[in-house]
């Protein structure tokens, strides 16, 4: 079994652990707070079950009808995320309003706020776990599961905070209050989410970073060409799509333009293992004087 699916299979049940432990906090308490808390946690459990479908779907090889693969199905899953934070978001924000309207005491809070507060260490060692290896395996699922979890996290702190303040306080209102200004971090955070992984979606290049150094690797091994120009990058989840044109000059035999070729997309693929290269050989006359230089 792939390791990204092995995690995020993890991920689903880390998430079904914390959920009936946060809403078992607030059957102790009757606090409102924590009663969102775990209604955002419900989220928790969908989110891992959609990067668990994406990243099935992505490892899937590539077939007739889908002849580059399917890893942009990560892409999808974590703009599904990041809609799911903010559909929890609001719905957060609606309990917030009505217990600001109605609020009411909260019963054995300590208790409750222990065993929340083992909910929330839970999930904050989880997410930066998500986070690490979602980066480590280019998983744009893991990342998007771990950052939402690290959003669940902040929600779950600022409804800590706010329940201890009512019962130091006695000010009811306090609690709905607080879980109200954490879910308008959570709402900022799915925007981030989904930000960030269209730009995925619309074939957005490598970072110039990474893409210097793929000019730099190119130069250096392409000996023999001429000339390498129009080159595109773009990410796929987690494989990086990297085209280019090679200049040869025109009396080359096809197998030593060949042999170039294999020399220039070994040393891509040392450098970036889930890289997919095309390569494109030209005659001299196409040359554009505005590409990649050859070291010779």
């Known amino acids: 079994m792939d390791r990204s699916l092995k995690i995020a299979i993890g991920s689903l049940g880390v998430s079904v652990v914390v959920l009936a432990i946060k809403y078992a906090a607030y059957l102790l308490t009757g606090s409102i707070a924590l009663y969102s808390d775990a209604l955002e946690s419900i989220i928790n459990v969908a989110t891992a079950v959609a990067a668990i479908i994406a990243i099935r779907i992505a490892a899937t090889p590539a077939d007739a009808e889908h002849p580059y693969g399917h890893s942009k199905a990560e892409y999808i899953s974590a703009v599904v995320v990041g809609a799911l934070i903010i559909v929890a978001a609001l719905a957060i924000l609606r309990e917030a309003y009505g217990a600001f309207l109605q609020p009411t005491p909260i019963e054995t809070p300590w208790k409750g706020l222990t065993v929340s507060l083992a909910a929330t260490v839970l999930n904050a060692l989880w997410s930066l776990n998500l986070i690490r290896q979602g980066r480590l395996h280019r998983s744009a699922a893991l990342v998007a599961d771990g950052k939402h979890l690290m959003a669940d996290v902040v929600t779950s702190g600022g409804v800590l905070v706010g329940v201890v303040g009512v019962v130091l306080t006695g000010i009811l209102q306090l609690d709905a209050a607080i879980a109200a200004l954490v879910a308008l971090h959570v709402l900022w955070s ?95 006359r196409k040359v554009e004087q505005v590409g990649v230089p050859v070291v010779a």
């Open 190 to 284: 799915g925007w981030g989410v989904i930000r960030e992984n269209t730009s995925g979606l619309l074939d957005e290049a490598v970072a110039p970073a990474e893409l210097e150094e793929i000019r730099r690797t190119i130069s250096a091994h392409a000996g023999g060409a001429l000339e390498v120009h129009a080159l595109r990058t773009r990410h796929a989840g987690r494989v990086t799509f990297i085209d280019f044109h090679l200049v040869v000059p025109g009396a080359m035999p096809t197998e030593q333009a060949h042999d170039i070729c294999d020399r220039i997309e070994d040393a891509i693929m040392e450098m970036v293992p889930s890289a997919n290269v095309t390569i494109h050989v030209e005659p001299e």
